[in-house]
């Protein structure tokens, strides 16, 4: 009986040992680090500008993929249909509505002083650096800010170690503006690379720089924003584009293509593709008008919350973490990045305003199978829409329209009258969240800069030919020609400062600058 016992006894303090070393192995060995973050952000692309979204004509194999490689969002929406406020959104987590910041600022030289996103609402890039206690989180800025010009608003002092830039809202490719200096931290520099390539490049030595440790990187591009301005080279690519703008605009987009490739090419040449959550997304829809952009099927274009202005190009990867080539149909949007990359990141949302985004991973990965949302909501001045389960009302002016998404994703058919329930509740359930909002903080306006006094009186129609300056800009140069601005000649003569029969938007500032 005593040998019977033996065995057993000899298998469990094995089993013991092995139990022990086990415990101790894994209270020694270090804890995995945090994936590192790149989101990359696109200016004025259209919905259907993509190859993987059904454009034709410009290939875009680099972005499309992030699709293959992770998820496609096929009703990924912005928080605006334009460019600064959806910024805010999007790198704060909440609607922008709550801190007033609703409006684009207009120009630099009219906007008001403290115009920017509220020292209040932290970034993203503050949260990482606040959260994850002795770790430190490399955070660097390549490209377009858009929410602040004052030093304490700049992106140097909201959570970005590292930036390299412009504040505004455009600028040229080929040679930067006056009147938006390309920056490096607060500091004016030369820049003789066409922009997009440059970003491309600071992106890429970025993450040559901090590929050893965990690091966040946003690179918002100013492609393919207006002006239309691409290199030879790139328009060469194009030999069966035979419309002027529209082949200025694939270049740009090839270009802009190429750029992200180089960023995932870094990635790769450091090892890091499955230790990064990279996210590609559009600020908002295409002009198509000014820039030949497409947001097909949609209807709408930037400026306006018909879907072709708010639902926009969302792709989302993370090798090993989140499935490859999946298409996801349920609504996301530009909010949901902060909290899944802070839950990516093992950071806690404690600090802060509460965030109106949500973690998207459980979603993506098999637990959840329900909406991440039931109800989003947008408003852009005289403008509104909620969208409730597959329900859209949409308020523009006086007029509003309710449509079925599911069936109607060109909002071609309006079912107001026919529903009117579905048309009261959904404007209680926007009034219930416009009681959580506020009143835009900054409105476009002809006030100065300095102190937000009354500027001095302005030349008639000066407004309407500086707000209007992008739709007149008929072939999207990024100046107005006589013809263009045909309905202002006194005007266009006042202001052509040096003559050459052009009006550029340096002219309009200098204008400003000078009253």
Known sequence: MPHRSAVPLALLAIV??????????????????????????????????????????????????????????TDGYVTCPV????????LTGRYQQRFGLELNPGPEASAAANYGLPRDQ??????????????????????????????????????????????????DYLKARESTPILRGFEPV?????????????AVAFIDAHHERPFFLYVPFNAVHAPLQA?????AR??????????TYAAMLAALDDAVGAILGALAEHGLEKDTLVVFLSDNG?????????????????GQVFEGGIRIPFLMRWPGTLPAGRVEHRPVI???????????????????????????????????????????????????????????????????????LAADIGEAHDLAAERPDDVAALSEAFAAWETGTMAARWVRSARARQGGQPAPARPRNLDALENGFDRLDRDGDGRLSREEAARYPRLFRQLDADGDGFLTRDELRRRDQAR
């Open 231 to 235: 290199r030879d080279e790139d328009r």
């Open 122 to 171: 932290p970034t993203l890039a503050e949260r990482l650096r606040a959260g994850t206690g002795d770790l430190h989180w490399a955070t660097g800025m390549v490209g377009k800010w858009h929410l602040g010009y004052q030093r304490e608003l700049q992106p140097m002092s909201r959570g970005f170690e590292s930036f390299f830039g412009f504040l505004s809202g455009a600028n």
């Open 16 to 73: 013991a040992s092995i139990t022990a070393w086990s415990a101790a192995a894994i209270a020694q060995a270090p804890a995995r680090r945090p994936p590192n973050i790149v989101v990359i952000l696109a200016d004025d692309l259209g919905y259907g500008d993509l190859g993987v979204q059904g454009c034709r004509d410009v290939a875009t194999p680099h972005i499309d993929s992030i699709a293959a490689d992770g998820v496609r969002f």
């Open 286 to 302: 295409g002009p198509t008008q000014q820039t030949t952009s497409r947001n097909d099927p949609l209807r709408g274009v930037k």
């Open 190 to 202: 030369e820049e003789t690379d066409y922009l997009t390539t440059a970003f491309a490049r600071e």
């Open 334 to 404: 530009s909010l949901d990045v902060v909290p899944t990359v802070l839950a990516a990141a093992g950071v806690p949302v404690r600090d802060g305003p509460d965030l109106d985004g949500v973690d998207l991973l459980p979603f993506l990965t098999g637990p959840r199978d329900d909406r991440p949302h039931e109800t989003l909501f947008w408003r852009f001045g005289a403008q509104s829409a909620v969208r409730h389960g597959d329900l859209k009302l949409v308020r523009r002016d006086d007029t509003t329209a309710l449509f079925d």
């Open 83 to 90: 460019c600064a406020p959806t910024r805010a959104g999007l």
């Open 238 to 247: 194009f030999p069966d584009v035979t419309a002027p703008k529209r082949l």
